[in-house]
Nanobody, 125 residues
Framework: VQLQASGGGLVQPGASLRVSCTFSGYNFRAYSMAWFRQAPGKERDFVGGIHRSGGTPSYADSVKGRFTISRDNSKNTVYLQMNNLRPEDTAVYYC???????????????????WGQGTQVTVSS
């Protein structure tokens, strides 16, 4: 499995941005997908995740109502739509995948065994 993240960039506060993660491998539908982010000097934090079984995605409280995670199984791609961006959203955004994760562990970075290379999102005026 290989994950390729793209779509990051420099935007102003209040703007929107969509980052994408393309999955290369077998049976994308069997994988739970998530986005994490890491700001300089900080730990990697959970942003949003969607379990392979479907259902309601899970989000960090800091992005709830602003960010939306979705997947297109026909394109082997997971998206993170980010609206009303704030300077504190500045970070490297990583996508992650796991075929064995249970729903209660969706937010734990240690539960994922495949990671993308990250894409930089900078929110600044």
């Amino acid at each position: 499995v290989q994950l390729q993240a793209s779509g990051g960039g420099l935007v102003q506060p209040g703007a929107s941005l969509r980052v994408s993660c393309t999955f290369s491998g077998y049976n994308f539908r069997a994988y739970s997908m998530a986005w994490f982010r890491q700001a300089p000097g900080k730990e990697r934090d959970f942003v949003g995740g969607i379990h392979r079984s479907g259902g309601t995605p899970s989000y960090a409280d800091s992005v709830k109502g602003r960010f939306t995670i979705s997947r297109d199984n026909s394109k082997n791609t997971v998206y993170l739509q980010m609206n009303n961006l704030r300077p504190e959203d500045t970070a490297v955004y990583y996508c992650a995948a796991s075929s064995t994760i249970i729903l209660s562990s969706l937010r734990m970075s240690s539960s994922y065994n495949y990671w993308g290379q990250g894409t930089q999102v900078t929110v600044s005026s």
